[in-house]
């Protein structure tokens, strides 16, 4: 799942990917809960799975492709280049990669990028802090995530 933040002026700010079990009812509104702001308003391509958005507090507002192009439709504008930078970001580091095994970490990387893409400076910076900050964890504890995405 992909969702892209706006400011005001329609600008992307953040960007959230995760993969889940499967467009269903539930994995989506179990996502919405878990990293969507109650207040949000959501715009979808009309797939019925989204309208399970509503459980957790949001507007939905479902747009039917309807054989349409991307470029057709402005509400889609920067989800469509966030994927498609994305796309460009995974095929130019990753030449040989598992998606499957390690999809989580992929999107966590390139979201982690996009997010803090206005204070490059203090990125590596960050980084760091993070990294010596973050207790040990044993090999077992780490995979766990790798087994519920």
Not at 11 to 18: A, D, M
Not at 84 to 89: A, D, Q
Request: charged share 20%; glycine share 6%; aromatic share 10%.
């Amino acid at each position: 799942v992909a969702a892209v933040s706006l400011s005001e002026e329609g600008r992307p700010i953040r960007v959230r990917l995760n993969p889940v079990a499967g467009f269903t009812l539930k994995a989506i509104s179990s996502w919405a809960k878990d990293h969507l702001a109650p207040t949000s308003t959501v715009f979808s391509d009309g797939l019925a799975c989204f309208g399970a958005v509503t459980d957790a507090g949001c507007s939905h507002h479902p747009t039917v492709m309807a054989g349409r192009k991307p470029k057709e439709v402005p509400e889609f504008r920067w989800i469509n280049t966030v994927l498609g930078n994305l796309k460009t970001s995974v095929s130019g580091c990753y030449h040989a990669f598992d998606f499957q095994k390690y999809a989580a970490r992929y999107l966590a990387a390139f979201s982690y990028r996009f997010n803090r893409r206005f204070d490059l400076r203090t990125l590596h910076q960050r980084l760091i802090i993070a990294a010596v900050s973050t207790p040990p964890h044993p090999m077992r504890v780490i995979r766990v995530a790798d087994v519920h995405c």
